[in-house]
């Protein structure tokens, strides 16, 4: 490959277009399977509902996660709801197209790719939408509108919720997103120097390990700061969940404090530095690729 | 006789070699698979800095029995637990055997299928822990300090050895008959699920047993009467010492039972099944 796809430019594209029509004949595919969608619907649910059994029975036992953390029941089943949210939109976007870019790779079918007239990161992103996860980001709003409800009627808490801490929740979630959407385009990119990527899933879910809890209980040790300090400036997926938590949970208080001002504002930046990586590791694996087979 | 011990051990052989292609992966694999327990050793952390700071001593720091280290060391003796009674890919692969008609070679041959995939699996596990070896003492290392007691008795060494032999063969077993299950419905894919959900949730995998709830329904009660608390928790309890001698002994004669239990129900639904098998497929 001489010449990056990017420069010939495929400006007269329509992005948006291509993009609905590759959701659109997911969706097609998945009603023509109503049961199997169903079923795959129940089961992911069922694990979020694992999960949430478990903090269900730590919070008998405690009334928060962390001393003067503020992760009350209620505050940490916002953080758990936004979880389930990022997952699910994750999953249901993208996990299975990095899957199978392996897959290209390994076969060779990635010059089919690499010969339209679009943008490939685009092809490689989103032909496929399983939308059978997005059940488990539904159960997510759910629980977070429950909660936020608890927290509101309580009245010691002074929670502050408006349209302005609804918008900049739904702002932080799409940060979060191209977080760990980079995360994963820059984990399946390497199978092109690695030759195989089987373990997308695993990493997928040894990475969304930590950040599944609030980011206060890495902040007590040496050992801990040093993981805080990795997963947040290194690969930043702790920023991801736990900025959309603190805006409507506010486990610490309103106002904010001046480092919650500053990790909101890392998150942003977090996000956009994070896209402009995993493009340039993409597009360095795409000229390392040597096609495969015929 | 003689003919058969080496048919098995042949079997045996290929399964190792088999395994051993992978090494590297493995090694790297078995430590990666330490992750959530570090981020666990962290969120339980935090849970007890909250409990200890309370100012009711009626918890003494204590969760249902549990201090900090020995919450730490339930979830890495259940690691070890696990090595020995999860089989992955069990149930499917005899679930697809049966549904593309591969399993019509163990008709024909003189070689019966339940004993070679056993065979196959123990080969898979000593490689494994062969290979794990490293990984798992390095940790162990790391995290001794969590060990309160330091090492159990020997009685309860002994217990401790005994049931994860058991656990190995009852996780196998209880896999076997839910591959079988194939014989009457095609597909066993929600079956092997519902299996897994109930395993994670009610085996001590996820947490200790000692935590479930008592009301609204008694689940704490209820495990005593399944044989899932067999594959993670039991013996994890019996090297934290959480069981006095009688019940250690007890609980191992009711696994015993489970096995046993399983055994010869995928000995009579093997034989059931293979009667109404119809053969289709190539």
Not at chain 1, 14 to 40: E, G, K, P
């Amino acid at each position: 490959m001489s010449e990056t796809p990017m420069q010939t430019g495929y400006r007269r594209a329509n992005y948006f277009r291509v993009i609905s029509t590759f959701c659109r004949n997911s969706l097609i595919r998945d009603m023509s399977f109503r049961a199997d969608f169903i079923l795959q619907c129940i089961s992911s649910m069922s694990w979020a509902v694992m999960n949430f059994m478990l903090f269900k029975i730590i919070y008998r036992f405690t009334d928060s996660i962390g001393r003067d953390t503020g992760w009350g029941e209620h505050e940490f089943f916002v953080f758990l709801g936004t979880i389930w949210v990022i997952n699910s939109l994750i999953q249901t976007f993208f996990m299975q197209n990095f899957d199978e870019f392996s897959d290209l790779i390994r076969t060779g079918s990635l010059d089919f790719v690499l010969l339209k007239p679009i943008d490939p990161q685009v092809l490689v992103s989103f032909p496929r939408t399983n939308w059978s996860q997005l059940a488990n980001g539904g159960l997510g709003l759910a629980l977070i509108g429950y909660s936020v409800a608890q927290l509101l009627s309580d009245p010691d808490k002074h929670l502050q919720f408006s349209v302005f801490t609804v918008l900049a929740f739904l702002l932080f979630i799409v940060c979060g997103v191209a977080v760990m959407y980079s995360v994963m385009l820059a984990l399946a990119s390497t199978s092109i120097w690695l030759g195989r990527n089987q373990n997308l899933y695993d990493f997928w879910f040894y990475i969304t390990n930590f950040y599944r809890y609030p980011m206060e209980i890495y902040q007590r040790s040496g050992m801990g700061w040093a993981l805080w300090g990795t997963f947040t400036f290194v690969i930043p997926v702790l920023v991801v969940s736990n900025i959309p938590a603190r805006v409507l949970a506010q486990p610490s208080g309103t106002p904010w404090r001046w480092w919650e001002w500053s990790l909101a504002g890392y998150a942003l930046l977090a996000a956009v530095l994070s896209l402009l990586a995993s493009r340039w590791v993409f597009l360095k694996a795409l000229k390392s690729y040597r096609s495969a087979s015929s | 006789m003689l003919a058969k011990v080496q048919t098995w051990w042949t079997f045996f052989l290929i399964a190792v070699n088999e395994r051993l292609v992978y090494r590297g992966d493995f090694m790297l694999g078995t430590l990666m698979r330490f992750l959530p327990t570090l981020t666990q050793i962290f969120l339980w952390w935090a849970i007890y800095d909250v409990i200890s700071s309370r100012p009711d001593e009626s918890l003494d720091g204590k969760i249902a029995g549990y201090r900090y280290g020995d919450m730490v060391a339930y979830y890495l003796m259940v690691t070890i637990t696990r090595a020995f009674s999860s089989m992955p890919g069990l149930t499917s692969g005899v679930a697809r055997s049966i549904r593309s008609g591969e399993v019509k070679k163990f008709l024909i041959q003189p070689v019966d299928m339940i004993g070679c995939l056993l065979v196959q699996r123990v080969a898979h596990k000593l490689v494994y822990y062969f290979i794990a070896a490293l990984p798992f003492t390095l940790v162990f290392f790391l995290c001794r300090g969590f060990f309160l007691n330091g090492w159990p008795a020997p009685e309860e060494m002994l217990v401790f050895f005994l049931s994860l032999l058991l656990s190995f063969l009852l996780g196998f077993f209880i896999e076997i008959c839910l591959g079988l299950v194939s014989f009457w419905f095609l597909e066993v894919a929600s079956l092997g699920f519902i299996y897994m959900l109930l395993n994670f949730l009610l085996s001590g995998h996820m947490f200790p047993l000692e935590l479930l709830p008592e009301s609204p329904v008694n689940l704490r009660a209820a495990v005593d009467w399944l044989p899932l608390k067999y594959l993670a928790y039991f013996s994890a309890a019996v090297f934290l010492g959480k069981l006095s001698s009688e019940e250690m002994w007890r609980g191992l004669a009711i696994e015993a039972v489970w096995v046993l239990f399983f055994i010869v129900l995928a000995r009579w639904m093997w034989s059931r099944g293979v009667r109404r098998y119809s053969a289709y497929g190539g």
